[in-house]
């Protein structure tokens, strides 16, 4: 990925067991709002911090469907030529908007779904 000021690369790992459960998942399910709604008290315990569903503002509303989960072994990053460093453990964690970041870097692949109310 590349932008004016920025510059990523990202080696991808295996497939984690998660992921190889969400790729089983058909998109058009993934995308549904139901499977969301249902899914979120689970991921919210199970994955904490994460969900599955929230407010996309002005009334809207958001629904994730995650269709696969890999690990990220290493990354190249620059920002403004600068380099950004090597690849480490997210530590304290973010908690922020509708999820959270793991520990370990990962990429996840998400379909999102908004519905007006």
Known sequence: M??????LAAT??????LGWLLRGIPRRVAASPLLSTVTDPVARVVLRGVRTRG?????????YGATDLRTV???TARLDGVDLGT????DPPARFGFSSTPRRPALTEVVTTIVER
Do not use: M
């Open 2 to 7: 590349a932008t004016p000021s920025l510059t």
């Open 12 to 17: 991808l790992g295996r497939r984690t067991a």
């Open 55 to 63: 407010s996309a503002g002005q009334g809207r509303r958001e629904f």
């Open 73 to 75: 072994t290493a990354v």
């Open 87 to 90: 690849l480490t453990p997210v």
